[in-house]
């Protein structure tokens, strides 16, 4: 225990760290080793003893660790004497959609196909009483209680994750550890447990990702969502393989 | 230009376990604080270009794995408690809180710090967590000691504030060892 803010008197833990990795000159070492106190020495003995806590180096699994997020590739700007180009392909594009949705019969998407998007892979219940029904995509507020199924067949786990607006990415499956929740059976299978939702506002969307470690799922789904947005989201996990998604409209509503 | 794996293993070998001791510190998990050494890692890789130019990498994979913590402080938070069981309705097994005293004062610091932007954030980080001097803060966020001193004390102000009764009286000299005792 510190008890008084670092004025200087003592190294930073930082300083430390640096000492401990050998990042100080010999005569910045020197002058450090010259100010440790009781309590700096145990530090660095405890950082000294985290290194027999270390897992060995693997470079595959650091490296494609590092390939799950890239970089959106920066655009790149259209020469100015071929502007006109790129506003008459635009525009016969256009023109292009707006005939083939012309063409289109009526839709009748109903408010509850939302729930099943994702070839039915992510099913979304709700308490209600005590029986857990299937969500028919109203909206659902604070202290609602939701459980989930997911298509088991030809996946040995699953990681749920949700997606709030602001970007935050909660994981409920597994509810600890790294490995993915196993899954057992084929054909839908209900997941144990349930969620007790917060006071979110906005779409929450609940993400199903079969057969990856927690922190791999993490990353796909935030950097889906670091790209496209909520909308960007649901793209990825309708185009992904072994990825389902769910968008819950948050707020006022079923409790 | 991408690092080899020999000099990813030279460098693992030199900054992994101050970084897990680090992380640890704030995490209080090993399991988390191996996470976030592996991530700040990875992000290494993805900007060889930029850690290359460091004269220090480790101030740099500090800076680079603070929000990486603090995130992972809000996503356990959220598994704690949002997942919750209905055993009549599916089963499962119950899911461990937290009880300890120590525990809980650590999530209420850690819970205002999510509260903050991600400069406040940083600057009580490096502060309290890493101990360092206002000056190493300062250097750390790119911020004059004069603007650390700011950060801090609303950092301060909003912990009186939402601390509540127990914190009448807290200044920077009680909540230091508040801290302190959370590490």
């Given at each position: 225990?510190?008890?008084?803010?670092?004025?200087?008197?003592?190294?930073?833990?930082?300083?430390?760290?640096?000492?401990?990795?050998?990042?100080?000159?010999?005569?910045?070492?020197?002058?450090?080793?010259?100010?440790?106190?009781?309590?700096?020495?145990?530090?660095?003995?405890?950082?000294?003893?985290?290194?027999?806590?270390?897992?060995?180096?693997?470079?595959?699994?650091?490296?494609?660790?590092?390939?799950?997020?890239?970089?959106?590739?920066?655009?790149?700007?259209?020469?100015?004497?071929?502007?006109?180009?790129?506003?008459?392909?635009?525009?016969?594009a256009a023109l292009l959609v707006g005939l083939a949705v012309a063409l289109q019969p009526p839709a009748t998407v109903e408010p509850t196909d939302i729930a099943f998007r994702?070839?039915?892979?992510?099913?979304?219940?709700?308490?209600?009483?005590?029986?857990?029904?299937?969500?028919?995509?109203?909206?659902?507020?604070?202290?609602?209680?939701?459980?989930?199924?997911?298509?088991?067949?030809?996946?040995?786990?699953?990681?749920?994750?949700?997606?709030?607006?602001?970007?935050?990415?909660?994981?409920?499956?597994?509810?600890?550890?790294?490995?993915?929740?196993?899954?057992?059976?084929?054909?839908?299978?209900?997941?144990?447990?349930?969620?007790?939702?917060?006071?979110?506002?906005?779409?929450?969307?609940?993400?199903?990702?079969?057969?990856?470690?927690?922190?791999?799922?993490?990353?796909?789904?935030?950097?889906?969502?670091?790209?496209?947005?909520?909308?960007?989201?649901?793209?990825?996990?309708?185009?992904?393989?072994?990825?389902?998604?769910?968008?819950?409209?948050?707020?006022?509503?079923?409790? | 230009?991408?690092?080899?794996?020999?000099?990813?293993?030279?460098?693992?070998?030199?900054?992994?376990?101050?970084?897990?001791?680090?992380?640890?510190?704030?995490?209080?998990?090993?399991?988390?604080?191996?996470?976030?050494?592996?991530?700040?890692?990875?992000?290494?890789?993805?900007?060889?270009?930029?850690?290359?130019?460091?004269?220090?990498?480790?101030?740099?994979?500090?800076?680079?794995?603070?929000?990486?913590?603090?995130?992972?402080?809000?996503?356990?938070?959220?598994?704690?408690?949002?997942?919750?069981?209905?055993?009549?309705?599916?089963?499962?097994?119950?899911?461990?809180?937290?009880?300890?005293?120590?525990?809980?004062?650590?999530?209420?610091?850690?819970?205002?710090?999510?509260?903050?932007?991600?400069?406040?954030?940083?600057?009580?980080?490096?502060?309290?967590?890493?101990?360092?001097?206002?000056?190493?803060?300062?250097?750390?966020?790119?911020?004059?000691?004069?603007?650390?001193?700011?950060?801090?004390?609303?950092?301060?102000?909003?912990?009186?504030?939402?601390?509540?009764?127990?914190?009448?009286?807290?200044?920077?000299?009680?909540?230091?060892?508040?801290?302190?005792?959370?590490?």
């Amino acid at each position: 225990m510190m008890p008084t803010p670092n004025n200087g008197d003592r190294p930073s833990l930082l300083e430390l760290g640096r000492l401990a990795a050998g990042e100080l000159d010999d005569a910045q070492a020197s002058a450090l080793r010259d100010r440790l106190d009781a309590d700096s020495q145990r530090t660095l003995d405890e950082i000294e003893a985290a290194r027999g806590q270390m897992p060995a180096f693997d470079a595959s699994a650091l490296r494609r660790r590092a390939a799950t997020v890239v970089q959106a590739p920066s655009p790149t700007p259209a020469p100015a004497n071929r502007a006109w180009l790129g506003a008459f392909v635009a525009l016969a594009a256009a023109l292009l959609v707006g005939l083939a949705v012309a063409l289109q019969p009526p839709a009748t998407v109903e408010p509850t196909d939302i729930a099943f998007r994702s070839g039915n892979a992510l099913q979304v219940y709700v308490l209600q009483g005590r029986s857990l029904v299937p969500w028919e995509g109203q909206a659902l507020g604070d202290r609602a209680v939701v459980g989930f199924q997911v298509h088991a067949t030809g996946h040995d786990g699953v990681v749920l994750l949700s997606v709030d607006p602001s970007g935050a990415v909660t994981t409920f499956w597994p509810a600890e550890g790294e490995e993915a929740e196993p899954l057992a059976g084929a054909g839908m299978v209900p997941l144990k447990g349930s969620v007790t939702l917060d006071d979110q506002e906005g779409r929450e969307v609940f993400v199903a990702v079969f057969d990856h470690d927690v922190p791999l799922a993490e990353a796909k789904v935030r950097q889906a969502h670091e790209l496209g947005g909520t909308d960007g989201l649901l793209r990825w996990a309708d185009e992904a393989a072994g990825v389902a998604a769910v968008a819950v409209e948050r707020g006022e509503g079923l409790r | 230009m991408e690092l080899t794996d020999q000099e990813l293993a030279a460098l693992y070998e030199r900054y992994a376990h101050v970084l897990f001791h680090r992380c640890r510190r704030i995490l209080r998990n090993d399991e988390d604080a191996h996470d976030a050494v592996q991530e700040t890692f990875a992000r290494v890789m993805r900007n060889a270009a930029t850690f290359r130019q460091q004269s220090s990498p480790l101030t740099w994979m500090y800076s680079i794995s603070t929000n990486y913590c603090l995130n992972q402080v809000r996503n356990r938070k959220g598994r704690r408690q949002k997942r919750e069981d209905h055993k009549e309705e599916i089963g499962g097994p119950s899911v461990v809180q937290p009880t300890s005293e120590h525990t809980e004062d650590h999530a209420r610091i850690l819970e205002l710090l999510d509260t903050v932007d991600e400069e406040v954030r940083a600057v009580v980080v490096h502060t309290y967590f890493d101990d360092c001097t206002r000056q190493e803060t300062a250097k750390l966020v790119g911020l004059s000691v004069p603007t650390v001193r700011k950060r801090l004390n609303h950092f301060l102000d909003l912990a009186r504030r939402q601390l509540g009764a127990a914190a009448v009286a807290l200044t920077l000299a009680t909540l230091l060892p508040l801290l302190r005792s959370l590490t």
